[in-house]
């Protein structure tokens, strides 16, 4: 309050009114002088900053070209944040439609005819094609030697090589067992008398099973005549029994399979010392139409068995091999 104390006497003198009296508002109220001379003076403060700040202006110098860049940045950001802001529109794909020849679309188009497979022959479907052949003493050699060309050196292939004065006349598939053995054994009442050893046989006929084993023997009981015929086979009968048979009395004949054959002359219950004959079941057939030599497991024990010391005797000519 003190300012204002001091300025009312100087505008008095200035505008030469007296501060002391009233003047009347707007509204028809009384103001004091004072407060409307403050007023007054806020107003010309007021206009004169505006005055300055326009003068300020015309005398400031033009803005340069980096001022203006960076004038410019701010508005490129939004420029580029609105940009980003805007959802970003997915791109059409249009779906060409691809035009195929008929051929091709048929092709790929699975075929509703169902394929047929074409079956793999066996053993029985060529040989149900192809009429039965007599067995000869070239396939039996052919035979030795398919089998033992990757098992054996040249030199012991050489040894198994057998002379044609090794075999018997082949059957020509007219022959039964007994007329078949009467043909190769003229001499056979003879020298079953002469036969007294033990554990020995004179005769061994080799088969491809003991049913077939069984079926022999009865078919050559004209042949045998007094001779004593034993089954060597493992059906039923342990090969323990068959070594004490053997041993007790004197037998002629062995009909039975090869794999039992061969064991039995491992374990030294059978002999081939007397031993003059044997003769394979060459031709027969099975149901399946093969015959012994198809079945592999009774292929692997006749070389077992030829090779086990019917080879050897047959070089030295003391056995012969016939194929019935």
Known sequence: MWVFERLLPLWARESGADPRLDVVSGDGQFLDAAPRLL??????????F????????????PP????????????????????????????????????????????????????????KKTITDVLSSSEPKPGCPSDLQNLLTQHFSD????????????????????????????????QVCPKWSKI?????EK??????????SALRAIELIKQMTVFKGEA????LFAKHIKIEEQIKLLQKGVTHIGVGTPGRMSALVEKEGLSLQALKYVVLDWNWRDQKLRRMVDV?????????????????????????????
């Open 296 to 324: 592999p497991e009774v292929k692997l024990d006749l070389m077992k068995l030829l090779l086990g010391g019917i080879l050897q005797r047959c070089k030295e000519d003391k056995v012969k091999i016939g194929l019935y």
């Open 64 to 119: 340069t070209e980096l001022q203006e860049k960076e004038q410019k940045k701010p508005e490129k950001r939004k420029s580029v944040t609105e940009a980003t802001a805007k959802p970003k529109k997915k791109k059409k794909i249009e779906q060409k439609e691809c035009i195929t020849p008929q051929k091709k679309a048929a092709e790929d188009e699975p075929s509703t005819k169902p394929k047929r497979r074409r079956k």
């Open 199 to 208: 554990r020995a046989l004179v005769l061994l006929v080799v088969c491809s």
């Open 39 to 48: 007023a007054q003076k806020q107003l010309l403060h007021h206009d004169q």
């Open 151 to 182: 098992k054996l050196s040249v030199i012991e292939q050489e040894d198994l090589k057998l002379q044609d004065s090794s075999f018997l006349s082949s059957n020509d598939l007219t022959h039964t067992i007994s007329s078949f053995l009467k």
């Open 50 to 61: 505006q005055l300055d700040a326009s003068a300020a202006e015309e005398d400031a110098p």
């Open 192 to 196: 079953q008398k002469q036969h007294t």
């Open 228 to 231: 004593k015929a034993v089954k």
